[in-house]
């Protein structure tokens, strides 16, 4: 049967107008009082049909589709472990409050085709948290004049909501902890794009500053770090640094492959940290000092943050949530000269 046929068959069997049914199951009444026991009797015979209301038809007369999306930055973001862990909690999250999820990529086509306004205007979603957003993307301020609800996860953008991580100061606690351990010549291994990387070469030049130290870039404009700080290395190492601190885990592991290969002991040549808690960084050769951004926590706080908007009005607000920092066998302690395993 076709859903009016199954509405009026509803309605006829509850005693009550398809319009009824309609509101019922759109869970929004509007200013038409309905019963509690018409509720029950709708809901009953629903289930004695087994019947599925249809999205699109609930969509129409409701205005809400029930569905946030997901937006990520790039292509190159769909093998990072963060997004991973991001995504999965905010499904999750989602899950709780009774909506779906809607993945989107960032891509030529998203934009030219200003897919960022569209879906909210075909009213396949209520809401988007955006993933990895970059510094002066026009989108961002589209959305915002459209007066759309969106919330930034992991980068923050200056005058938008964002739920992100604090990295400047975990950066900062990594290098001074390889200064406590006898590093007098400091690299740093960092890219300058993004809130996230600025954070990150703050917090490394601020600690060391009165000490050697020297930053290397780290290109991230094919996606493959791991490769990229692995063909940095050898310049890195041969300024003949005593510790590598890495803006994240995948250029520490590419500078870990290379000293493995090419004979420098770590800890005992090189003290080396990361950043983000990959999985690879605990189960790498040297496991790997590091910090975690707590995507879980990011993605659930950015969830309760445009639920509590979409359904009471809330401001969306911009929170910053502390990292955890984690000591594993690439930073180890250092007594008198040599370094004790």
């Known amino acids: 049967m076709g859903d009016a046929v199954n509405i009026r068959k509803i309605a006829e069997l509850a005693e009550c107008s398809p319009s009824t049914v309609s509101r019922v199951l759109a869970g929004r009444a509007g200013t038409i009082r309905i019963s509690e026991a018409t509720r029950e009797r709708i809901k009953r015979v629903c289930a004695e049909l087994d019947y599925q209301p249809s999205i699109h038809a609930s969509r129409l007369f409701s205005g ?32 709780r409050y009774g909506c779906r999820c809607l993945p989107l990529i960032d891509d030529k086509a998203f934009r030219e085709n200003r897919e960022y306004l569209n879906i909210f205007k075909r009213n396949e979603i209520d809401g988007l948290l955006v993933w990895g957003a970059r510094e002066g993307d026009p989108f961002l301020e589209e959305l915002r004049r459209a007066g759309y609800p969106f919330l930034l996860i992991t980068n923050k953008v200056e005058g938008y909501p964002s739920v992100y991580s604090e990295q400047k100061a975990a950066v900062r606690e990594l290098t001074v902890s390889c200064i406590r351990l006898g590093a007098k010549r400091l690299a740093g291994l960092m890219s300058s794009e993004g809130f996230s990387y600025r954070q990150s070469k703050e917090g490394f030049l601020e600690a060391a500053e009165s000490w050697e130290a020297k930053l290397f870039p780290l290109s991230t404009d094919s996606g493959n770090v791991l490769e990229n700080a692995y063909r940095a290395a050898p310049e890195i190492l041969a300024w003949s640094p005593d510790a590598v601190i890495c803006a994240n885990d995948e250029a520490a592991v590419g500078i870990e492959k290379y000293c493995i290969e090419h004979g420098i002991r770590i800890p005992e040549d090189l003290l080396l940290t990361g950043g983000d808690n990959i999985k690879l960084s605990e189960y790498c050769q040297i496991p790997l000092t590091t910090f975690d951004q707590m995507a879980a926590e990011c993605a659930a706080c950015a969830v309760e943050i445009l639920m509590k908007h979409l359904r009471n009005g809330s401001p969306l607000l911009s929170v910053e949530r502390e990292v955890r920092i984690i000591q594993r066998r690439s930073t180890e302690r250092i007594s008198g000269n040599s370094r004790v395993e």
């Open 64 to 95: 809400h589709s029930g569905v946030i999306g997901f937006l990520t930055a790039g292509k190159f973001m769909l093998e990072d472990d963060n997004l991973a862990k991001s995504f999965f909690h905010v499904c999750s999250e989602l899950f």
